[in-house]
Nanobody
């Protein structure tokens, strides 16, 4: 089993930045691709970004491309999501997930964190 714990969410004004972290409780963290997803109230969960096991490749949703950056530190069992130029439409609960491939399909991920709330005020 892999436990994932997100942190770093909060309230920020439009145009501001936040960095989310997700720590994994496993010795095999480097074996997993990691993804970030989000779910806004009344909406389905959607893909945000993903990164391969070694950080060599990343994938982004069009809505966040150029504003968000996903990275990882395998020595710390941690994946990050740096979010810049935040907008009210970025308001959501953000989840990290672990799986075999860095893909946009949430059903390809095996383990999920509990989520962290990000609220962007206008």
């Amino acid at each position: 089993q892999v436990q994932l714990v997100e942190s770093g969410g909060g309230l920020v004004q439009a145009g501001g930045s936040l960095r989310l972290s997700c720590v994994a409780s496993t010795r095999t963290f480097a074996n997993f691709a990691m993804g970030w997803f989000r779910q806004a109230p009344g909406k389905e969960r959607e893909f945000v970004a993903a990164i391969t096991w070694n950080g060599g490749n990343t994938v982004y949703a069009d809505s966040v491309k150029g504003r968000f950056t996903v990275s990882r530190d395998n020595a710390k069992n941690t994946v990050y999501l740096q979010m810049n130029s935040l907008q009210p439409e970025d308001t959501a609960v953000y989840y990290c997930a672990a799986g075999p491939f860095a893909v946009i399909d949430q059903y390809e991920y095996d383990y999920w964190g509990q989520g962290t709330q990000v609220t962007v005020s206008s």
